[in-house]
């Protein structure tokens, strides 16, 4: 059996995990799993990631979880360009930073965002009160500075003058919030040219093939959810918020 990615291209990791394989001619089979059905939440799912969570890899009989440990397994295993994760030891850092701060502060602002603006009206009917919003963006618009002052500085990308899986999973996270609504690239120059940079790095087709999805999210209406799910969703958005 060959190489299986279980993905939903809603979802901002396994959009980088798409991209990357492909970008990279890594032969694989496509397994959709939609999360608004439910179907993460499946026995027969559960025997490929146990914590029920997308993105998953199953390559033969060996599984795995975690968009980052799967990136750099299929980096190793496809023996991919060097630049996607560099053998030079400082610029394997740089990379290595950028993926362990971007967890908690441009993924979860990016989301808290992406949530407040789409998820939570949509699960709710109403709309976040607009105090709680602007303060989520501001949440977010902090992340941002420290992204530029620390990460990107004055460099083409965040390890230097070439591509990497730091900038790739940057791009796809920024991509939440900007297809909410939120035009975050907007008087952010230099933002905005990385982003153009990276797009052209990785194909600018592909990169608006994977985004299709989550740029139409707004059609998404409630019945599209599974019941069970939509009462998670509403109870942990509202816990947050």
């Not at 608004?36 to 599984?63: C, I, W, Y």
């Amino acid at each position: 059996m060959g190489l299986e990615l279980y993905l939903d291209l809603l979802s901002q990791p396994c959009r980088a995990l798409y991209i990357f394989a492909r970008s990279n001619n890594i032969p694989f089979e496509f397994k959709r799993v939609q999360l608004a059905k439910g179907q993460h939440k499946t026995e027969e799912f559960r025997k490929v990631n146990v914590l029920m969570k997308v993105p998953a890899l199953k390559d033969g009989s060996f599984t795995l979880a975690e968009s980052i440990a799967i990136l750099l397994y299929l980096v190793q295993k496809f023996k991919t360009p060097d630049h996607w994760y560099p053998a030079d030891l400082q610029k394997r850092a740089r990379v290595d930073e950028y993926l362990s701060w971007q967890h908690i502060n441009i993924r979860a602002k990016g989301s808290k965002l992406f949530l407040s603006k789409v998820l939570l009206p949509l699960i709710t009917g109403q709309p976040l009160p607009p105090e709680k919003l602007e303060f989520a963006t501001e949440e977010l618009n902090v992340a941002l500075k420290q992204f530029e002052e620390k990460f990107l500085q004055d460099k083409p990308f965040i390890a230097g003058s070439e591509v990497s899986l730091a900038d790739l999973v940057a791009l796809v996270e920024l991509m939440q919030p900007v297809c909410a609504g939120y035009a975050l690239f907007e008087d952010r120059p230099a933002l905005a040219a990385w982003r153009s940079r990276v797009e052209e790095a990785v194909g600018k087709e592909l990169f608006l093939e994977a985004h299709q999805d989550i740029m139409n999210v707004k059609n998404l209406t409630a019945d599209q959810f599974a019941p069970e799910l939509l009462e998670n969703f509403k109870q942990q958005l509202l816990k947050q918020n």
